[in-house]
Structures are given as structure tokens and as C-alpha cells.
């Protein structure tokens, strides 16, 4: 037992030496490098999710690291991010910051249950119509939301839709413009596109936050009787948050149900593509449940230091890999860096100006919106343009939920609308179409008592109705379906061939199934149509065995 121990003992060791050795200085780079880029995104995130910016980086330091410790990517970097901002700043204005709390609570729960189940491979099957009508719809949100502290406007209470956001907009900028916030928030914006198209190897976000913080001091210590004050960030508090336990009654709880199931759907969406981004720069692969447990604990941690809902980050993480990050240390390193600057640095946000922030998040829903891929999709298959640009007004104008449960349903039953339309027009073959089925119509020509057709493809309950009206059978007579080609048949799909049977069977005539697949056949049989035909004879395993039956049923060679 001690012998087992000790080798336990000497591997542990040998790899942490080898990681001191190879990752480490890879590992602290990467990690500073990330938590620079952190700050001004946590800060930036916290505040327009209508929270305090200090839990922005509460969200950021707990998430890098518990986050980042159980990830099912190795470079995957967790927290606050901009997709969020529009699901925590309405749940905020309806339920206060402790609902929030509270939901964020519960959206951990839910992504842990996901990944225990092993729903990260779901995930996946959302269609990507609705991922970008979504995302966009998002990004015009966060876009029109920061136009207020971009110029410094006054609205008379905090906008809680995009309808009324814009509506204070058109009602305050002929009134209360701020030259300050505009001047600090034009300089911010000039400065990270500059940047964005200069410098490829450093995100944009840390020297345009820096660049507009030391213009807002400039202006508030040099032309504060020129200028008007700009608004800024205030004093956030120093040191480590006080544990306090997240309201969890029954009463609270069924109100943020579907604010919860929203977060937690977001969250399990953002943080699967930002990991399969990693793998496709690092050339490895996640594992998708563990990242949903990972989501789903950090989540569940966060309410209780005073975190927002956090899920992984696309720009953090890339950032991460292209500065060189070999293991998850990477991500925890940031996490503690960012600690160590919360606990230092902490006075210093008295300076950081709002219009900075502001013209942060602009670019930050810019990207996000995609245009160039939202346009590519408008000129898709209309069906896929539908769904992209009802998912985005749903967005927009409606609700986010709402937007992605509608979005998935319509481009499931238009899917279901497409595929029942081509199986439908495969069900009669034509009998040219191949030397097989020239054959068997051939064989048939001389007894026009026997009617055949060839069915192809999924029968299901989205073909069934066609099943029906296209399979035209008289009294008396026999009908062979060759099946093939029918690898599934549905319950819907069972009872209309049921129907077709029974029809006739009442008229006298008989009915053969031929070249049924082992799926089908065992669907049948449990559904008591073999037996309804008159048992295996008339279910032979090639359709030339079927014709001479039919033949000899109706006493012909």
C-alpha cells in the first residue's frame, strides 16, 4: 500500500515539475495577458447587466477559477460577457439585483443537471439561423442600450426594452447631450478601431479603456469649468466579497423559473461554441458535459460572493490560446491576477468614466451581431432566412426566450415541411429511374390486377398524409410495396399504412410488404400489421418473390 503511494506521490511530482519546467511561463503570460483584457469587459458587463461594477470582476476572478479548474476545455476561459447583458439587466429591473441572484443560482443547477444527463451534445442541433438571428438581436440591444452613457443622456428612469430605450434616445439627445461623455467615448471608439486594424496580436479593449480613462481625467482635472463632468464608474469596494446566501424561497424560485431556464440555456450555448472555437485554434477536443458541469458549479458558487452569471468567453478565450496558454492554469492565473488587482487597484475605478465603457460595449455588440454572416443568411433558402430574421425581431421587440423556443420550432416544422416534400414526391419511383425496378414493372406489365409502388427514404409523420393520397389501389386486386428503401417508419406513418391496409383488405384485394429492413419490420410487427396481413408469406424478402405470390394468388404464372 505504501509502495502504491509513494509511485502516486513521485508521479504527482514529476508532473509538477515538468509543468514548472515547459507550461508555466506560457501558462503566466497568457493568464496576465487575459486578465488585462478582463477588466474593463467585467467592469464594462457588470454595469450595463444593471449590477455593481466590483461583482463584474467578482464574476470574473471565482469563474476564472473554478471555472477554469473543471472545464472541459484546457483553455477555456470563463465570466461575465456580453450575451448575457440582456437577459440579467431585464430580470435585474424586474426582480431586483438579489432575483438575479437568485437566478443565476438556479441556472447553475440546470447546467449542471444538463451535463450530469449528458446534454452537451444537444446543444449542438440548434439550428444556426436562430444562433445568429439571436446574437444579433442581442447585439442591436446592447448597441442601442450604450447610446445613453456614449452621450451622455439622461433618461427619466432605466429603459427595461429596446422600443422604450430608443424612445428616450429620440426624447433626451435634442436636450441633455454631455460633450464631455461624447469627447471620452469618441476618443474610446477611434482608439479601438484603430487599434482592432493595426495591432493583430492584443485585443483592442484594454489601450481603448485606458486611452479613455485618461482622457476623462484630463477633462474632469484641466476643463472641469469648460466642460460638464462626465459620468463615471465611482468608488467600488475594496477587498474580498462578503458571503451573503441567495433568497431560495419556493415563492422566489417559481417567479425566475424561466429567467433561470433562459440564463441557463444561453450560458450552455455560449460556452460549447467558445469551447469548439479552442478546438479548432488548438486542434483538441472538449468534452462538452464536463463543460456544462463546470458551467453549472461556477454558477452555483457565484450568488454567494456576489457574482453574476458567468459562461465561457469566445474573445478571452482566443485570446488565451494565441498567447501562448498550454494547460487550464492559464485560466485560473488570470482569475488570481485579477484578484490580486481587485484587492490593489480597487480606488482607482473613481476615474473610469461610463462613455469609456459605453463605446467598449458598442464595438463588443458589434462584433457580435455578425453582419457580414447576417446578410450572408438573408441570402440563403428562404426558409432559412425566415427563421434568422423572425428569431431576430423576436429578439428584439419580444423576448429572448420567447425568440429561441419560436426560432427552434419554426425551423423544425419548415425542416419537417422540406423533408416531407421530398420523400413524398420519392414514394413512386419512376420506372426508368434504375434497371432493378425496370425489371420488376416489366414483370407486372402483363397483369394489370397487380399494383406496385416503390417507397424511399423516412416514413414519418410528416409524409404520412402524402403516404395516403398518393397510393391509389382498386377493389379486388393486389398491391406490393417494395420498401427498400424505408430505413424508419413512425407510429403516424404506421397507422396510415395501416389504413391503407385495412382498406384493401375490406375490399378483398391483398397487400405485400417486400424487402422490409430489420427497424421497419420489428415496428410492424409490434404494431400487429403483419399479422393483419395474413403473417410472414406476405412479407417476402425481395419483391420478385412477391410478384410470383401475387401471381399465384391470382392464379397466373
Known sequence: MSRSNGKVSNFSLAKMKTYFQRDLKHDLISGLVVALIAIPLAIAFAVASGARPEQGLYTAIIAGIVMGALSGSNYQVSGPTGAFIVIL??????????????????????????????????????????????????????????????????????AENF??????????????????????????????????????????????????????????????????????VGEIAQGLPQISVPNLSWERMQMLIPSAFTIAMLGAIESLLSAVVADGMT????????????????????????????????????????????????????????????????????????????????MVAYGMAEIPHFIHLLKSPRQDALVLLVTYLLTVFVDLTVAVGIGIVLAAV?????????????????????????????????????????????????????????????????????????????ASAVHVLEIIIDGALRNGGKVYLSTLHSEVKEALKKHGLIKKLGGEHYIPNNTTEAIERAKKDLGKK
Not at 437568485?102 to 440548434?126: D, E, P, Q, R
Request: hydrophobic share 50%; charged share 15%.
Open 89 to 158: 439587466l431585464g430580470v435585474v429591473n424586474k426582480f431586483g439585483i438579489d432575483g438575479l441572484m437568485t437566478a443565476g443560482f438556479m441556472a447553475g443547477i440546470i447546467l449542471l443537471l444538463m451535463g450530469i444527463l449528458k446534454f452537451g451534445s444537444v446543444i449542438k442541433y440548434i439550428p444556426y439561423p436562430v444562433t445568429v438571428g439571436f446574437t444579433a438581436g442581442i447585439g442591436t440591444i446592447i448597441f442601442s442600450g450604450q447610446i445613453k452613457d456614449f452621450l451622455g443622456l439622461k433618461f427619466p428612469h432605466r
Open 163 to 232: 422600443l422604450e430605450t430608443v424612445q428616450f434616445i429620440a426624447s433626451a439627445i435634442t436636450q441633455n447631450i454631455n460633450v464631455s461623455a461624447v469627447i471620452i467615448g469618441g476618443v474610446t471608439l477611434i482608439t479601438y478601431i484603430i487599434w482592432k486594424k493595426k495591432i493583430k496580436g492584443f485585443p483592442p479593449a484594454p489601450f481603448a479603456f485606458l486611452v479613455g480613462t485618461i482622457t476623462s481625467v484630463i477633462i474632469t482635472t484641466f476643463f472641469k469649468d469648460v466642460l460638464p463632468m462626465p459620468a463615471l
Open 283 to 362: 486542434g483538441t477536443k472538449h468534452k462538452s458535459n464536463k463543460e456544462l458541469i463546470s458551467q453549472g458549479v461556477g454558477n452555483i458558487i457565484l450568488p454567494f460572493f456576489g457574482g453574476i452569471p458567468a459562461t465561457g468567453a469566445i474573445a478571452r478565450t482566443a485570446a488565451n490560446i494565441k498567447n501562448g496558454a498550454r494547460t487550464r492554469g492559464s485560466t485560473m492565473i488570470h482569475g488570481f491576477t485579477l484578484l490580486f488587482i481587485l484587492l490593489v487597484a480597487a480606488p482607482l475605478a473613481k476615474y473610469i468614466p461610463l462613455a469609456a465603457l459605453a463605446a467598449i460595449l458598442m
Open 414 to 490: 419548415l425542416f419537417i415541411y422540406k423533408v416531407s416534400k421530398l420523400s413524398a414526391e420519392k414514394i413512386l419511383e419512376n420506372p426508368d429511374h434504375t434497371d432493378g425496378s425496370k425489371r420488376l414493372h416489366a414483370s407486372i406489365a402483363d397483369c394489370p390486377e397487380i399494383t406496385m409502388y416503390e417507397l424511399a427514404g423516412p416514413l414519418f409523420f410528416g409524409v404520412a398524409s402524402e403516404l395516403e393520397n398518393r397510393i391509389q389501389f382498386s377493389a379486388g386486386k393486389v398491391l406490393i410495396l417494395r420498401m427498400k428503401h424505408v430505413y424508419h417508419i413512425d
